[in-house]
């Protein structure tokens, strides 16, 4: 009999190593547009993952095949409470890199908000001069979501940073001045048709083997004394494994952003032209209460779990158009 040739692992993709467990349940957003306008506006929002549905729509892709016949897609709903303009983060930048050049409160905050930071009531936002204006090359909104706003038990709010794109640094602080200490909704940010981008911690698997976690093929029977093992894991000389040998760990759990989400339905459940709540609410989450909106396609993460959403970085459209949207089945 001839020699049995083992074919090579179905290695899986390098560029997201390490795959580790996330440090936080709190996605990070590295990087923001540039929107080209002299109006300021917030980048960015936040709400929980509640469930799924299935929205038939028309579909207004041009140069698509489907164009203008019905189409069955599934929706993501991501419940959106109000989200709280906390405070104001200014950053400059030398040679060093960026640095945070002031950081300004709202008074009056919510107990368990004026513990994630040191505010000071007394404290008074100056009045910065045009010098001031041109070492700041970035203004941010500190912004807060409580989770019990969305029906859930979680006390501890979150809080998270948001990019003001859209003029000078002086518009952009004026224009977070005057929202210092208010509440902003999704529509403010947002609007239905839009693509956004999501940035999550994805559902964890546990520890996993190289089969599950790497798509390495399996060997063949009796081949070996183990069949869902790597065949080898290098040469004997020099004995050291390499990074990109599949090994066995962590599955899931992972920081991930997914790009281009476009937003099906934005309502609120008080004036709700779809019902949107199947019947005993949704699995692990309950009923939707307040201000929602539906993405097209999935989302990372299970139910519960904080969702940023930012505005689309990548391709964005020269104009928007609203979805025509016929039924939503739950």
């Known amino acids: 009999m001839g020699h049995r040739r083992h074919s090579a692992p179905r290695r899986g993709s390098l560029a997201y190593l390490p795959r580790g467990r996330a440090k936080s349940m709190e996605a990070r957003i590295r990087a923001w547009p540039k929107i080209d306008s002299d109006e300021p506006k917030i980048l960015g929002y936040a709400g929980f993952k509640a469930g799924c549905v299935q929205v038939v729509s028309i579909d207004d892709r041009e140069k698509t095949p489907n164009h203008g016949k019905q189409l069955v897609s599934l929706g993501t709903v991501i419940v959106t409470p109000p989200n709280l303009i906390a405070g104001i983060r200014c950053y400059s930048k030398n040679t060093n890199g960026k640095h945070v050049y002031s950081d300004f409160y709202a008074k009056n905050l919510p107990k368990n908000i004026s513990h994630l930071v040191k505010s000071k009531d007394e404290e008074t936002i100056p009045e910065y001069s045009e010098s001031d204006f041109k070492k700041i090359i970035e203004v941010y909104g500190l912004i807060a979501v409580i989770p019990k706003n969305s029906g859930l038990e979680q006390k501890k709010p979150y809080l998270f940073e948001a990019l003001v794109s859209g003029g000078d640094s002086k518009k952009q602080f004026e224009f ?40 390495v093929k399996k060997k063949q029977h009796k081949s070996r004394k183990s069949v869902r093992e790597v065949g ?17 760990g962590q599955r899931g759990l992972h920081q991930r952003v997914e790009y281009n989400k476009r937003i099906m339905i934005m309502d609120n459940t008080e004036n709700i032209k779809y019902e949107i709540n199947p019947k005993g609410g949704f699995k692990h989450f309950g009923n939707v209460n307040g201000d929602f909106i539906v993405l097209r396609g999935s989302v990372p993460g299970t139910y519960k779990r904080l969702i940023k959403l930012r505005t689309q970085i990548r391709n964005s459209p020269s104009k928007i158009t609203k979805p025509n949207i016929l039924e939503v089945v739950v």
């Open 232 to 248: 080898s894991l290098g040469p004997i000389s020099p004995q050291y494994v390499m990074y990109t040998v599949p090994r066995a």
């Open 176 to 215: 977070m001045k005057e929202l210092l200490g208010k509440e902003i909704k999704i529509n403010q940010v947002f609007e239905a048709g839009s693509a956004v981008d999501t940035a999550a911690i994805t559902k964890g698997k546990g520890w996993e083997g190289p089969i599950t976690r790497w798509g």
